[in-house]
């Protein structure tokens, strides 16, 4: 069983910023998709960003793009999402998920298909 735990969540005003970060195990960067979702009250889940395991340039969900960015980081060991330019609907739980298997239901975004994720860090934008 995989445990992922997300950190850097917390309470930022409209136009801030906020840096999540996630360490994954080494063997799940080399050979697993990794990525991002949300989800807040009353809503469904939302894929945000992923990088499949052949790298390359990252899915990053309409709604988000050009404000989050996605980085991997081989070395650390982690994967990190940077967010910008919050706005008060970016108000969610955010996780950070592989495709590792597990018996929790997927959560699908693009070409990543997300079966594992951590507890999740909630991410309030309020002035």
């Known amino acids: 069983q995989l445990h992922l735990v997300e950190s850097g969540g917390g309470l930022v005003q409209p136009g801030g910023s906020l840096r999540l970060s996630c360490p994954v195990p080494g063997f799940t960067l080399d050979y697993h998709a990794i990525g991002w979702f949300r989800q807040a009250p009353g809503k469904e889940r939302e894929g945000l960003a992923c990088?499949?395991?052949?790298?390359?340039?990252?899915e990053v969900a309409n709604s988000v793009r050009g404000r989050f960015t996605i980085v991997r980081d081989m070395s650390q060991k982690t994967v990190e999402l940077q967010m910008n330019n919050l706005k008060p609907e970016d108000t969610a739980v955010y996780y950070c998920a592989t495709d590792y298997y597990s018996l929790l239901t997927p959560v699908i975004f693009g070409n990543c298909i997300f079966k594992t994720w951590g507890q999740g860090t909630q991410v309030t934008v309020s002035s």
């Open positions: 990088i499949t395991t052949g790298g390359g340039t990252p």
